[in-house]
């Protein structure tokens, strides 16, 4: 079985793939091992994990998991919407699209760290976008709020994919949710969101999630059988 890293921005992100990518994932011949992002490290007790800031930590975490010998890749689930502008390529992403910005971004990364193992994703554009693959399921999941299914639809109507709901702090999908259902959190909710949703939905619904599911699927060892 081939093993990948996933350095991930947070715990929601951890235990999505625990419950849902990895076992997937098993099934091709791929283990799939969360690495959750360092905020902070202190000198005494445990560190500070879950978000994203400079880059100049984030590569240097990356680098690290690059030198485990035992992976066979080392990939990313950071949400695009947010990643600092220290980031290669954020500050002035080139395309016409989100889906040909966050690709600009996606290499500009990969060149700066320059590993053959290294696969950077970055999720369009957080991880509440994947949620809006399923509006409907969404709303059976939160909480009192089934009656919201109709509002959650038509916000997902109004763009051609989920994921391309989109990079501004007031029209992000966090930020939609919240202003429908304004007790969200994304530790508690977004994970029984996506296990309602389940993962080919997801895929279906956001092709560049899928291209990298597919990626990661590639990393199976010869005469796997991939997802269908």
Known sequence: MSKVLIYAEGQTEERFIKDLLAPHLAGVGVHAQPVVATTKVVKTGPNFKGGIGKYSRTKKELLRLLNDSSASAVTTMLDYYGLDRSFPGRQSPQ??????????????????????????????????????????????????????????????????????????????????????????????????????????????????????????????????????
């Open 95 to 228: 395309g016409a699209d989100c889906y040909t910005r966050v690709a600009y971004v996606e290499e500009a990364l990969s060149a700066d760290i320059s590993a053959p193992t290294f696969m950077p994703f970055l999720t369009l554009h957080e991880f509440e976008g994947l949620l809006f693959a399923s509006p409907d399921d969404m709303a059976q999941a939160l909480p009192g709020g089934e009656h919201l299914g109709s509002e959650l639809s038509r916000i997902r109507r109004s763009f051609g994919t989920p994921e391309e709901i989109n990079d501004d702090a007031e029209t992000a999908p966090h930020r939609r949710i919240v202003n429908v259902y304004p007790n969200y959190k994304k530790p508690l909710h977004g994970s029984l969101i996506t296990a309602r949703i389940g993962l080919k939905e997801i895929r279906t619904q956001c092709p560049h999630f899928n291209k990298w599911v597919s990626k990661l699927e590639r990393l199976a060892p010869q005469g796997s059988e991939g997802y269908q």
